[in-house]
């Protein structure tokens, strides 16, 4: 039985506010003695950013993945001619098998891969040449002095000779089909949808713990997110490491902005123009992920930046009649809950730890059953995709340990660094990642 998407949405919403409701009165006692330590307006705000607003979100997610059916991909009689751009900057390491990775793919359309070396100081040039040698698919464009990403996409672009265009990062492995997969899922999507985000994993995951943990985030959290947004048609990042747009799209929009997120502003930018951006589940690549702490936190940091500069350029889309205008707010909380979790909750942790419960007690205990709950149907939801491509789970518990909590107390104060890096007008440094 189909069931629209507003149904399914509104179903959602329904049971995250019953329980939003239930968790606000449940949670009278603990405001009235946080009230009596700090104030009634920054008790109401940590109660809210860190067990309030983050309940309803995880409320919303459960019930929407319980009522998530993906609509099939329809295979094509002819499929669309692609014009691939890799913006790379000192990845001497991994182009040579991110090339490979896109012969393998066995596409039945036309591709041209367009290399653009943004000023690298090592032999990504001199390797990209060799590979092309006998493959008249690869173009490689110099630049002599790095530029930046966005910089170096919008010169790609301007030499595509395709309709459609995929970016691909240049330390990244496409998995099989992926072109294929991501295209379909284009076609067979409503007829207003200008680009479709691929799913991304951690490639290097047995590098040490910070990428075991990433890899949870990435399997479970991240791809989550996009699934649930994708349902409710509000996908909100169409990632330069793997995805599809139309061409005419981005040249409307003015190619990718010079911002440090530049692909959530041209995201939002397509969005504010009325498009629909979807997201392919089962078109998968594998990327390399930070494997240094100081890494993790100049990534995250830059993806924080990258969602206030989103609503910077795209205020009028917070009033933007349409299904993603939902998620456009929910990323609203986020810098919120940020700063509860590192300036709260963090310090009410050490302080249980010494035997005072005021800001960690039994009320936030209560949000890890949900929380558990959740993640068994995400781990569920992902795995099903993960075997019907063949692809195994790995048994990373101690990532797994590591994603529950300690993982968000690196990430949630690198995001939180982020957003006052921005609003103080610091200056951006775009490089290629």
Same mark, same amino acid.
């Given at each position: 039985?189909?069931?629209?998407?507003?149904? =399914?949405?509104?179903?959602?919403?329904?049971?995250?506010?019953?329980?939003?409701?239930?968790?606000?009165?449940?949670?009278?006692?603990?405001?009235?003695?946080?009230?009596?330590?700090? !104030?009634?307006?920054?008790?109401?705000?940590?109660?809210? $950013?860190?067990?309030?607003?983050?309940?309803?979100?995880?409320?919303?997610? $459960?019930?929407?993945?319980?009522?998530?059916?993906?609509?099939?991909?329809?295979? &094509?009689?002819?499929? /669309?001619?692609?014009? &691939?751009?890799?913006?790379?900057?000192?990845?001497?390491?991994?182009?040579?098998?991110?090339?490979? #990775?896109?012969?393998?793919?066995?596409?039945?359309?036309?591709?041209?891969?367009? *290399?653009?070396?943004?000023?690298?100081?090592?032999?990504? #040039?001199?390797?990209? =040449?060799?590979?092309?040698?006998?493959?008249?698919?690869? +173009?490689?464009?110099?630049?002599?002095?790095?530029?930046? +990403?966005?910089?170096?996409?919008?010169? !790609?672009?301007?030499?595509?000779?395709?309709?459609?265009? %995929?970016?691909?990062?240049?330390?990244?492995?496409?998995?099989?089909?992926?072109?294929?997969?991501?295209?379909?899922?284009?076609?067979?999507?409503?007829?207003?949808?200008?680009?479709?985000?691929?799913?991304?994993? *951690?490639?290097?995951?047995?590098?040490?713990?910070?990428?075991? #943990?990433?890899?949870?985030?990435?399997?479970?959290?991240?791809?989550?997110?996009?699934? *649930?947004?994708? &349902?409710?048609?509000?996908?909100?990042?169409?990632?330069?490491? @793997?995805?599809?747009?139309?061409?005419?799209?981005?040249?409307?929009?003015?190619?990718?902005?010079?911002?440090?997120?530049?692909?959530?502003?041209?995201?939002?930018?397509?969005?504010?123009? !009325?498009?629909?951006?979807?997201?392919?589940?089962?078109?998968?690549?594998?990327?390399?992920?930070?494997?240094?702490?100081?890494?993790? *936190?100049?990534?995250?940091?830059?993806?924080?930046?990258?969602?206030?500069?989103?609503?910077?350029?795209?205020?009028?889309?917070?009033?933007?009649?349409?299904?993603?205008?939902?998620?456009?707010?929910?990323?609203?909380?986020?810098?919120?809950?940020?700063?509860?979790?590192?300036?709260?909750?963090? /310090?009410? &942790? %050490?302080?249980?730890?010494?035997?005072?419960?005021?800001?960690?007690?039994?009320?936030?205990?209560?949000?890890? /059953?949900?929380?558990?709950?959740?993640?068994?149907?995400? @781990?569920?939801?992902?795995?099903?995709? $993960?075997?019907?491509?063949?692809?195994?789970?790995?048994?990373?518990?101690?990532? @797994?340990?590591?994603?529950?909590?300690?993982?968000?107390?690196?990430?949630?104060?690198?995001?939180?660094?982020?957003?006052?890096?921005?609003?103080?007008?610091? +200056?951006?440094?775009?490089?290629?990642?």
């Amino acid at each position: 039985m189909y069931v629209s998407v507003r149904s =399914k949405f509104s179903s959602a919403l329904f049971i995250a506010v019953m329980w939003c409701s239930f968790s606000i009165w449940a949670s009278r006692y603990w405001f009235d003695d946080l009230s009596l330590l700090v !104030g009634q307006p920054i008790a109401a705000f940590l109660i809210a $950013f860190i067990a309030i607003v983050p309940g309803f979100m995880n409320a919303f997610m $459960f019930s929407s993945l319980l009522f998530d059916k993906r609509p099939l991909r329809k295979k &094509l009689d002819t499929y /669309p001619d692609l014009s &691939l751009l890799i913006a790379c900057y000192n990845e001497e390491k991994y182009i040579l098998e991110t090339l490979d #990775s896109i012969e393998r793919q066995a596409y039945p359309g036309n591709l041209e891969v367009i *290399v653009i070396d943004d000023g690298s100081r090592d032999q990504t #040039s001199a390797i990209v =040449k060799a590979f092309s040698t006998d493959r008249n698919w690869v +173009k490689l464009i110099q630049l002599n002095a790095n530029q930046g +990403k966005a910089a170096a996409l919008n010169i !790609g672009l301007a030499k595509a000779t395709h309709s459609k265009i %995929v970016t691909i990062d240049a330390d990244s492995f496409l998995f099989k089909d992926a072109l294929i997969r991501i295209v379909e899922r284009y076609a067979s999507d409503p007829a207003h949808t200008r680009a479709v985000a691929g799913t991304t994993l *951690v490639r290097n995951s047995r590098d040490n713990w910070l990428t075991q #943990s990433q890899e949870w985030d990435y399997f479970q959290g991240i791809a989550t997110v996009k699934r *649930v947004q994708s &349902l409710n048609q509000g996908t909100l990042v169409a990632q330069g490491c @793997f995805s599809i747009y139309d061409k005419d799209a981005l040249n409307e929009i003015g190619g990718w902005p010079r911002t440090v997120g530049e692909d959530i502003v041209l995201t939002w930018a397509l969005l504010e123009k !009325g498009y629909r951006v979807g997201y392919c589940e089962d078109a998968v690549i594998f990327t390399i992920v930070p494997n240094t702490l100081m890494g993790l *936190v100049r990534q995250r940091q830059r993806w924080a930046r990258g969602m206030i500069e989103a609503f910077k350029h795209h205020p009028k889309i917070l009033l933007k009649p349409q299904l993603s205008t939902f998620f456009i707010w929910w990323d609203l909380f986020f810098p919120f809950m940020d700063i509860a979790f590192t300036f709260g909750f963090l /310090p009410g &942790l %050490v302080l249980a730890l010494v035997g005072h419960y005021w800001i960690v007690g039994p009320m936030t205990l209560s949000l890890f /059953p949900i929380a558990l709950l959740i993640n068994w149907l995400m @781990f569920r939801t992902e795995s099903k995709m $993960f075997m019907e491509q063949g692809l195994h789970v790995r048994r990373n518990i101690i990532g @797994f340990l590591i994603y529950l909590l300690p993982y968000n107390i690196i990430l949630q104060p690198a995001a939180v660094l982020g957003y006052f890096v921005e609003f103080l007008g610091f +200056k951006k440094v775009w490089g290629t990642k």
